[in-house]
């Protein structure tokens, strides 16, 4: 079986992307205004970045997509 590879995906709200970056991945630190444009674009930068670091696995690495967002929830105060 193939290691999964995490990335990480937290959202800067001051600049209103979503910033990915990964310990298994050397070298990745990109950015998406989306979630989706973000997945869509490490799908392309991930295998270039393996292939940089002489990664030894194959022609297929499976990444999971680690997504942090924090947010405050309003309760109705009576």
Known sequence: ???ILFIRA???DEAEV???TS???AGLATEAETL???SSKLENLVPELLDANHYPEGPEVPFGLL???FSVAHRAMH
């Open 1 to 3: 079986m193939r290691k």
């Open 10 to 12: 937290e959202r800067d």
């Open 18 to 20: 979503w910033v990915a």
């Open 23 to 25: 310990d298994d991945v």
């Open 36 to 38: 989706e444009a973000l």
């Open 67 to 69: 997504v942090r967002k």
